[in-house]
């Protein structure tokens, strides 16, 4: 897994400074010097650099909504003063003092999927850790993660969300695993039923709903697109909390 991978290279750095970039991210020009200035400025600090999703106008809708998810997240962040919280941490690009990266412990190798960035930063944030999100810290990122790859991630967030509830008890309140059951009349309520008792129901309708969502992009129906796409991805998500 990545943390573990993550850890080796922490292991031999022999810096001051650590930097952890993801292999798809091509980096902004002054991303060194950025982190490195802000390194200076203050001791035990964190950097989290914008990982900016390519795009281009051939890119259909999957791509832009990830990008639009993206850059949602960089406005939340950018806001001043805002505060910082254990699920802003993502490790495609991050900056940290190696002291205090030894002092936490490094990476936690039981979130080798998913929320490996999630479980550090909230022993970063409890150890004192100021944190700086930048953009102009940040790269160009080139994900090619397709629907396939995408409902595989929700599956692994399904699965360390519990794993990150019996390790944080208190976290749950803050997981999406402790949202209250839909109403029966929605059909979120169905699919997270489904999820929990028939999980297998989704290999088998799932090529149905791809030739739905390429039918609904083919029409432009954006809006209709999100909702099954988003339908999808809930269905996955609580597919992997059940497991």
């Known amino acids: 897994g990545a943390a573990a991978a993550r850890d080796l290279g922490a292991s031999r750095a022999a810096g001051d400074t650590l930097l952890f970039i993801d292999d798809d991210i091509e980096p ?34 999957q791509r832009i909504a990830a990008w639009a998810w993206w850059e949602q997240q960089f406005e939340r962040m950018s806001q001043p003063g805002y505060r910082f919280v254990y699920h802003d941490f993502f490790t495609g690009i991050l900056s940290v003092s190696a002291a205090l990266f030894r002092r936490v412990g490094g990476f936690d190798h039981a979130f080798e999927q998913c929320r490996d960035d999630s479980e550090l930063g909230l022993r970063l944030l409890r150890a004192g850790a100021s944190v700086v999100f930048s953009r102009a810290g940040g790269g160009i990122h080139h994900e090619l993660r397709d629907l396939h790859q995408l409902l595989n991630r929700k599956l692994a967030e399904g ?71 988003g339908a999808l991805l809930y269905f996955w998500y609580w597919r992997g909390a059940a497991a």
């Open 28 to 61: 902004l020009p002054e991303l060194l010097p950025t982190h490195a200035r802000l390194h200076e400025q203050a001791g035990e600090l964190v950097v989290i650099g914008a990982p900016v999703p390519v795009r281009n106008a051939r890119f259909g809708f």
């Open 159 to 229: 699965k360390a969300d519990v794993r990150l509830a019996r390790r944080y008890p208190e976290l749950l309140p803050t997981l999406r695993i402790a949202e209250p059951m839909p109403a029966w009349r929605f059909v979120h309520a169905w699919l997270r039923r489904i999820a929990g008792t028939a999980p297998i129901a989704g290999d088998l309708v799932l090529p149905i709903i791809r030739g739905t969502l390429a039918v609904l992009e083919s029409l432009r129906a954006r809006r209709a697109w999100t909702y099954v796409q």
